[in-house]
């Protein structure tokens, strides 16, 4: 599955406002913990860092803490820069196992820098992480960390089954539960603790940002076959190139033997993965993969029942909105 591509809800809601400090303050906080004794690991760092990125996983926890009555956002500030910098590190990572060549509309950082320089700075950021999360309570630290074991879970299970014509729907699932969704659950679970908020409330929460996050993954495969190059940053057709288990690649298996021969093949040409989406477009797949995403979204408002009626959970709301939106 490919990174996700574009995601512009703070930027095109006024509601943005509301965070529009925070997340500032959050954006602050990634760069003044990124500095080092090496200018290599900065220079890394910023390539990606500095070259953009929705920071939706932080906008996601800090409008869920605010949500869930939060007030002082100092700790959440900090908080939320720690999941941005995980975030981060497993961008340099995979772009590294990918050999990816384009990330946020300009060279990766392993096709700059290199393959080892991007592996260590992927390693500073996960500890620089770490050093944030470490001064919390045993709780937060245990959910930040169980995340990122389910990142290097979800890594090495979509590995195992890259090219394998036997890989399933509930497979795909569990690689995006570990991988995509599981860094969104624990920052808006997170966020909702330290905003002080009573257990059920938490894990509600705990399971908006599970939704969103599998949402997130759900439109970016479906992205990777009918978007916009100009509006991704990215070309269409990497998880086809990749071998990765997408859920439009999953569906249409079964359905096309010539998609098979395309999706397992290793030095696929440019004609090979037009041909290849042409057949995942005629499968007929595409309405349930967006269908699914819709779903995930209907879940995570759901998930918002039961949160005080406030400007903050509007803006989660207008996040879902927009996040659903992508499908149409």
Request: glycine share 8%; charged share 25%; proline share 4%.
């Amino acid at each position: 599955m490919t990174s996700a591509p574009k995601f512009s809800l703070a930027e095109s809601h006024a509601a943005d406002d509301l965070l529009a400090a925070d997340m500032a303050s959050v954006e602050r906080k990634i760069h003044e913990t990124i500095r080092s004794r090496e200018p290599r690991l900065i220079e890394i760092a910023l390539h990606l860092i500095g070259a953009g990125g929705k920071r939706i996983r932080p906008l996601v926890a800090m409008s869920a803490f605010r949500a869930c009555g939060g007030e002082d956002p100092r700790d959440m500030i900090d908080l939320g820069a720690a999941l941005e910098l995980i975030h981060s590190a497993t961008l340099l990572h995979d772009d590294i196992i990918d050999a990816g060549e384009v990330r946020r509309g300009r060279a990766s950082a392993y096709l700059q820098f290199g393959a080892a320089d991007t592996l260590v700075t992927g390693d500073f950021l996960f500890s620089k992480a770490f050093e944030i999360c470490g001064r919390f309570e045993e709780t937060i630290v245990r959910w930040a960390s169980d995340a990122c074991i389910a990142l290097t879970e979800g890594e090495i299970m979509q590995a195992r089954l890259r090219r394998n014509a036997a890989v399933s729907v509930a497979d795909y699932h569990e690689i995006i539960r570990r991988k995509t969704a599981s860094l969104f659950q624990a920052g808006a679970r997170i966020a909702a603790r330290v905003a002080g908020a009573e257990r059920g409330l938490v894990e509600e929460l705990g399971r908006c940002g599970s939704s969103i996050g599998m949402a997130f993954q759900v439109i970016d495969d479906l992205l990777d076959v009918i978007g916009d190059p100009a509006q991704t940053g990215k070309p269409v057709g990497i998880d086809l190139r990749d071998g990765n288990p997408s859920l439009p690649i999953v569906l249409a298996l079964p359905r096309s033997p010539s998609l098979a021969r395309v999706w397992q093949q290793l030095d696929a040409d440019e004609d090979d993965i037009q041909e290849g989406l042409g057949e995942i477009g005629q499968s007929g797949v595409l309405e349930r993969v967006r269908h699914e995403a819709i779903t995930y979204t209907r879940n995570a408002a759901a998930s918002l029942a039961s949160l005080p009626d406030t400007p903050y959970r509007d803006f989660l709301e207008a996040l879902i909105r927009d996040l659903r939106a992508r499908v149409f």
